[in-house]
């Protein structure tokens, strides 16, 4: 029982004990009544005698007096019981009022905590590379700190809070960003360079155990991953993709050690090479993708080349199509058995394996409508040749007839 509660009772048990005492006066008065009620009835109808008259009066007496007394105790008694509601009511309003107080403190002090040990767990996870659980942990002190606190949002210990919040994280991101640099590190020769007569593209994958499992996971927690991944696919089609698809002096290199060396003539208007050479050299680059980050994923469970590729696949066909399979369609008929034989059934196969490798999606057609209008590109490159052959003859036609214009 609270001290409150015991106030309270032991005040009430007081104010019952008199009450209880003159009640019991009362019943007293009551029982002396009812014998002189008996007496005078007795007397009166019984036993009837003069003098029991005057008795009966001084009955009626009592029994006003009695009635009196009843009325001023009943009026005691309610006067008494609502002074107690009152002072209960004041009693219990204040303590509702400091509990609702305390209740509110308690709340901010359970919040505190809940984000002091979420900071610790993130910079204790932080200094074991254990990073998933250092963006988890950081995850959980945001979200408590951007919840509001209504009439408590600016405690100055919780601002501070949040100030250690934003450093731990862009620590965290800082740090995760300069180990995938480590693992996953880029290098060309100067590509502005004459003196050089060759350019070389290099991409070297570093294993390192899980720890870049570790990254992945604390990056998509942060919210970091897609940008990363650009990056990543940037470089990945200006480093090695586009110059295996546009220079057919192209040449790609993988060594055990999961290193891909790209290495292409510096040439001012490189020839693209031929579809079947492209597709062989791209798909080198893939299949080292696809070794070394075969068992990644990210939190959804899709594989970690899947998402690579979702960054550079729709670039990269765009890019095959334009630089590489439409200068390949021949401009006669003899040549069609021959292109069909070196272009349309490595492009069927190349889709393929993309597909089966979920670098691209089952839906993504831009190789297949390629080769389901050959017929209609064949057409049109054909009438482009005609067009530009007509527009050379005038204008040989047109120089003759000034030539002799001047002659004459």
Not at 123 to 139: F, T
Request: glycine share 4%.
């Amino acid at each position: 029982m609270s001290f409150v509660s015991q106030v309270l009772s032991c005040a009430g048990q007081l104010e019952a004990k008199e009450i209880q005492g003159k009640m019991d006066l009362l019943g007293k008065k009551m029982e002396d009544l009812k014998l002189e009620i008996y007496e005078v009835t007795r007397g009166k109808y019984v036993d009837f005698f003069t003098q029991k008259l005057q008795a009966t009066s001084a009955l009626v007496e009592n029994v006003e007096k009695v009635s009196g007394d009843l009325h001023d105790a009943k009026e005691k008694i309610e006067n008494d019981v609502q002074n107690q509601l009152t002072l209960s009511k004041e009693v219990l309003t204040n303590l509702k009022g400091d509990l609702e107080n305390h209740k509110c403190v308690l709340v901010i002090l359970e919040r505190l905590l809940q984000i002091q040990d979420n900071l610790e767990c993130a910079a204790s996870a932080n200094k074991r590379h254990s990073y998933s659980e250092a963006a988890a942990s950081l995850l959980k002190a945001d979200v408590l700190l951007g919840t509001p606190l209504e009439g408590y949002d600016d405690i100055e210990v919780l601002m501070a809070l949040q100030t250690e919040c934003c450093v731990q994280k862009q620590k965290l991101i800082f740090e995760m960003t300069e180990k995938w640099k480590q693992m996953i590190s880029w290098s060309s020769s100067d590509a502005n360079s004459q003196s050089k007569s060759r350019q070389v593209f290099q991409l070297e994958l570093t294993s390192g155990g899980n720890v870049l499992s570790e990254i992945i996971g604390a990056m998509e927690t942060l919210g970091d991953l897609e940008s990363t991944l650009k990056n990543f696919g940037k470089r990945l089609i200006s480093d090695l993709f586009k110059p295996c698809v546009v220079n057919s002096t192209a040449t790609v290199k993988n060594t055990p050690e999961n290193i891909v060396i790209v290495t292409v003539n510096n040439e001012k208007t490189p020839v693209p090479p031929p579809p079947k050479q492209m597709y062989m050299n791209v798909m080198t680059i893939i299949q080292v993708l696809e070794k070394y980050f075969s068992d990644l994923t990210v939190q959804d469970g899709t594989n970690f080349l899947s998402c690579v590729g979702r960054q550079v696949s729709q670039e990269l066909l765009e890019l095959i199509v334009k630089e590489c399979l439409t200068p390949a369609i021949p401009h006669n008929n003899k040549d069609m058995a021959e292109f069909e034989a070196n272009c349309i059934e490595p492009t069927k196969a190349f889709q393929g394996i993309l597909v089966n490798l979920k670098f691209i999606p089952e839906d993504d057609n831009a190789l297949e409508e390629f080769v389901k209008n050959i017929d209609v590109l064949f057409v049109n490159k054909k009438s482009q040749d005609n067009l530009l052959r007509a527009r050379a003859l005038f204008q040989n036609t047109d120089r003759r007839s000034a030539i002799l214009a001047k002659i004459r």
